[in-house]
């Protein structure tokens, strides 16, 4: 007989400002691999393109503009050898169509940030760590799940 291995509770970090919510993003680039997939769920204007835009910066180590990919679904970055792959799949009819896109190898070698993952139907890759953004008090909150074995944890030191 095999023993479950209980999911830990979700994460849940205050984020009074739009400086929190960059810090955040900045400390996920800082443990994000290849094959990593990070689905950034909230409503529109809740800061999931500002995380990413912070990810994006950080992990090139450079400014750069990070544009949305709200009209071209897909914006891919090397950072040092190290693809990054920026989804925004708001404007997806189907989740078949996300295949289209390049996803599913994507999330084999990439690291993948996909807003509005609800799109993705049941084509979520196994081990993606949900971060939920939402109103909390004057700020914001992040409330994550999921993800590789200690990837939560890391975050939660950090």
Not at 97 to 125: K, N, S
């Amino acid at each position: 007989m095999t023993k479950a291995t209980a999911e830990p509770p979700p994460l849940t970090l205050t984020l009074p400002t739009e400086a929190d919510t960059a810090a955040l993003g900045v400390r996920l680039a800082g443990i994000a691999r290849p094959g990593d997939c990070i689905l950034l769920e909230g409503p529109i204007g809740a800061g999931k393109s500002s995380l990413a835009r912070a990810f994006i910066r950080a992990r090139l180590g450079r400014e750069e503009e990070v544009p949305s990919p709200t009209f071209t679904l897909v914006q891919t970055y090397d950072a040092g050898g190290v693809e990054i792959w920026h989804a925004d799949l708001y404007r997806l009819t189907h989740p078949d169509e996300v295949w289209e896109l390049g996803l599913e190898d994507a999330f084999q070698t990439a690291i993948c940030l996909v807003e509005w993952p609800d799109r993705l139907g049941a084509h979520v890759p196994e081990g993606a760590l949900r971060l939920r953004l939402e109103a909390w008090g004057d700020g914001r909150r992040a409330v994550m799940s999921g993800g590789r074995a200690g990837m939560r944890k890391a975050l939660g030191d950090g």
